[in-house]
């Protein structure tokens, strides 16, 4: 099984009931795979944050429940976690949280550790796929046992790795009792000083336990060199050095005391050996231990059996350098929606706030449209805030432009905020239907859940007219002509404004495509216009001209529409 789908089966097993998420690389796939078992009840919620509540109310209702989700999803989880820790839970309540070491497909590297260790919430840590859906069926036994949401991370060389799991069955506990109790769920200050003591307690009592879980391990071997480490790093040291002795952490927050220190007392030279932040290593190091960690060991991207053979074992490695492949940076599908919005933005020389999605890639040549992006939602905010700093007309040539699922997700608060605080800028909706970068789920304005049910789907003009927004409008992202003179009345407004563009993604599964575009050879000027945009079906031939690769063409008709010269036309298959 991959590690989500581990993950997943172990929430299963575990008798979970209530499943909420946000797809987010690389955590996506956890959902995905718990739709399939009927017996859990499993949505795609319009943001981590929901999700998290979501969950928080199932597991006082009395049920076992789990939120899934990216590291940077915690952020926006965050309020409801640091609370939830306080208040505690009823039903067991996990929290599954996908770092991404390496930046695969993130805006940062941050730790979900550092999160937990400031929201006094406990992680357990596996380090391949058997221990993923273990490690899930044991989060719930803490869950219950201290009265704690607990955090199950993971990272992306786990969720999306395959290894041997043996299943089990189903084992479904009883539901819970629910019982009113204020004093316990009802955080205002009074209530919360006393949860605050309480939590400090648990803490202290699941650290001097851990020293017995089974999750924490001494495997002792060669006693002069031993290593702390946990999760996938753990496959490492026992790739390298086979022979040594290891403390693998299941548990890394709080950590184990007396476990540390006794293995650390046995070997002669320790090292810790754990991905990103120094969160083990600085602990240890505050007990007196001695123990090298960063001082030889990188706090940025993937570790590997490599980094352990270089700096420690001092071994200069001879690896072939494999063939070098072209180069293949990122870029929008042939046919991409996006694209043609970007061709005219780029065209008319307006700038864009942009947002967390597949088209952040607006940001490249040859569109060069996105000028800032930091997390979902903040396009907008963002251009509120450069309107408030310079002034009406600084703006006149910048847009917003984010997703429909990311707007969704955090850009209706921004867009209320530009509408109660009077700004006059331009939002773009780029709506293709789905939530594309994380693999094409649904959301609440494509009309189906997660189960495949069909539903009431959130209207995009509508919602944005209950603002109080007068001018929105909704425009074909391939009738370019229309778009540009949408774009250019909007911008010039001295009211806020939305431009909704849509088409559909053009890999969306049911997608037809009744056209192709083919070059006319003898018509073209090789001024290169059809190009700008950057299509990947297009290519420069040797004497100037345009080829279309038949194969990857679905028809925009872009390329068409920039020709003025004849050189392209578009027909029917």
């Known amino acids: 099984m991959l590690g989500n789908e581990a993950i997943a089966r172990g929430a299963y097993e575990a008798g979970v009931k209530v499943s909420a998420a946000y797809p987010g690389t690389p955590s996506t796939e956890i959902s995905e795979n718990i739709v399939k078992y009927e017996e859990i009840y499993a949505e795609w919620s319009p943001n981590e944050k929901v999700a998290t509540e979501v969950a928080i109310g199932a597991s006082i209702s009395g049920v076992r429940a789990m939120a899934s989700m990216k590291h940077v999803g915690v952020n926006v989880a965050s309020d409801p976690l640091y609370t939830v820790s306080y208040s505690g839970v009823n039903g067991g309540l996990v929290l599954v949280v996908a770092d991404d070491p390496g930046l695969y497909s993130s805006q940062n590297e941050q730790d979900t550790r550092c999160v937990a260790r400031a929201a006094l919430v406990p992680v357990l840590e596996p380090s391949d796929s058997q221990e993923a859906k273990d490690f899930v069926k044991f989060a719930y036994e803490l869950s219950e046992k201290y009265d704690t949401p607990v955090i199950v991370r993971t990272t992306t060389r786990l969720a999306h790795s395959q290894g041997a799991v043996t299943l089990e069955e189903r084992v479904e506990p009883e539901d819970k009792p629910y019982e009113r109790n204020p004093a316990k769920y009802v955080m205002m200050p009074g209530n919360a000083i006393g949860r605050h003591v309480y939590v400090e307690q648990r803490m202290k009592a699941m650290a001097k336990d851990g020293s017995s879980f089974a999750i924490n391990r001494a495997e002792y071997n060669d006693l002069s060199i031993g290593f702390i480490t946990s999760g996938i790093p753990y496959q490492y040291v026992k790739e390298a050095c086979p022979d040594a002795s290891v403390l693998k952490l299941g548990m890394v927050h709080p950590l184990p005391r007396k476990l540390i220190e006794e293995f650390a007392a046995k070997v002669d030279k320790l090292y810790i050996f754990e991905e990103l932040e120094p969160v083990i290593e600085e602990q240890v190091k505050s007990w007196g231990i001695e123990a090298v960690g960063k001082e030889i060991f990188t706090v940025q991207g993937e570790y590997s059996a490599n980094l352990i053979r270089e700096r420690i074992q001092k071994q200069t490695l001879d690896l072939k350098a494999p063939a070098k492949a072209p180069a293949r940076p990122p870029i929008l599908c042939p046919g991409c929606p996006h694209r043609s919005v970007y061709s005219v933005l780029s065209r008319l020389g307006i700038h864009a706030a942009g947002d967390i999605g597949c088209y952040t890639l607006g940001a490249v040549p040859p569109l060069n449209v996105i000028d800032t992006t930091i997390c979902m939602g903040a396009s907008i905010s963002t251009l509120h805030g450069m309107e408030k700093a310079k002034g009406k007309e600084y703006i006149k040539n910048w847009v917003a432009v984010i997703g429909d699922s990311t707007f969704l997700h955090t850009g209706i608060n921004s867009l209320m905020n530009m509408v109660y605080n009077q700004a006059t800028g331009t939002v773009v909706i780029l709506d293709n239907s789905t939530t594309g970068m994380t693999g094409h789920q649904d959301h609440a304005a494509t009309g189906k859940t997660l189960k495949g049910e069909v ?77 700008k945009p950057g299509c990947p079906a297009l290519t420069k031939q040797a004497d100037g001209t345009v080829a279309i690769e038949d194969t990857m063409c679905n028809g925009c008709g872009l390329c068409e529409q920039l020709c003025k010269f004849g050189a392209i036309e578009r027909i029917e298959k």
């Open 455 to 531: 539903v009431p789907a959130i209207n995009l003009m509508q919602l944005c007219r209950s603002l109080g927004i007068a001018h929105v409008m909704e425009v074909d992202a391939f009738d370019t002509a229309e778009l540009e003179r949408v774009i250019k009345e909007e911008v010039a407004r001295d009211e806020v404004s939305v431009i909704i563009t849509k088409s559909p993604c053009v890999l969306l599964k049911g997608n037809v495509f009744p056209y192709k575009c083919k070059p006319v050879a003898d018509a073209c000027k090789k001024c290169g216009m059809c190009l």
